[in-house]
């Protein structure tokens, strides 16, 4: 148990539906993740927030929609979505968004199969 | 260019055998930071260990050990005596002091298979 919770763990959707993977931390951290795992690649960075500001948006297509409400909180709302974005959604949480020293701690990440 | 390289996509071992897990890495900061994690089948990346450009010095804990090496850019991670639970996926990653928010680098991960 890292202290960071994702639900659900597994989701099926059409590409007409509308979404939303949830992240919570019990952490006290600042700063919260959204990455994208696919087969055989290397870990896709999606968006950052730091203290609930987005200081990252790594060229996302617009059919992913992130929303952090508070800093233990944080959202990804799905539309739309192609088959090619079936993967392993993974959320993580630090200290601090903004230091390359702090340790990330990872959920167990959102199954997402589109079809 | 990678930043993280990990060379072994997939490594098979029986239990009771060590294995070198490599690392090499790309940056021009002279502080960064590096870790491993490890991906067991549930799917969460298990922090192991943080090591600073400034720290050298090899760090053992049971089992597992790393060998930071700045001379040839590389941060292996060694099991010693490896058992099935150690069977999962295990990335390497970079951080860079330099950049304007905590990003990682993360390697393609290498695949540990430990039979018994």
């Known amino acids: 148990e890292t202290g960071v919770t994702q639900t659900p763990r597994h989701l099926v959707m059409g590409m007409t539906n509308k979404k939303s993977l949830k992240c919570e931390q019990h952490l006290g951290h600042n700063a919260m993740y959204w990455y994208k795992q696919s087969a055989k690649k290397p870990l896709e960075l999606m968006f950052v927030y730091s203290l609930e500001e987005r200081v990252e948006n790594n060229s996302v297509p617009s059919r992913f929609s992130p929303e952090c409400p508070n800093s233990s909180h944080l959202f990804l709302h799905l539309h739309t979505l192609q088959p090619e974005d079936s993967a392993l959604y993974l959320c993580?949480?630090?200290?601090?968004?903004?230091?390359?020293?702090?340790?990330?701690?990872f959920g167990a990440g959102t199954r997402l199969s589109v079809l | 260019a990678q930043k993280v390289t990990q060379a072994q996509t997939e490594i098979s071992v029986v239990e009771k055998e060590d294995v070198t897990l490599d690392c090499v890495y790309e940056t021009r900061d002279t502080t960064y930071y590096l870790f491993w994690y490890k991906q067991p089948p549930s799917g969460e990346l298990v922090f192991l260990i943080r090591?600073?450009?400034?720290?050298?010095q090899n760090e053992i804990s049971g089992r597992y050990s790393w060998n930071f090496q700045k001379s040839t850019s590389s941060f292996n991670f060694t099991i010693t005596a490896s058992q099935v639970v150690d069977s999962a996926v295990y990335f390497c990653?970079?951080?860079?002091?330099?950049?304007?928010?905590?990003?990682?680098?993360f390697g393609s991960g290498t695949k540990l298979n430990v039979k018994p």
């Open positions: 993580a949480s630090s200290q601090d968004g903004k230091v390359g020293v702090n340790i990330q701690y």
């Open positions: 090591r600073n450009s400034f720290d050298e």
């Open positions: 990653a970079l951080s860079e002091a330099g950049y304007n928010f905590n990003k990682f680098y």
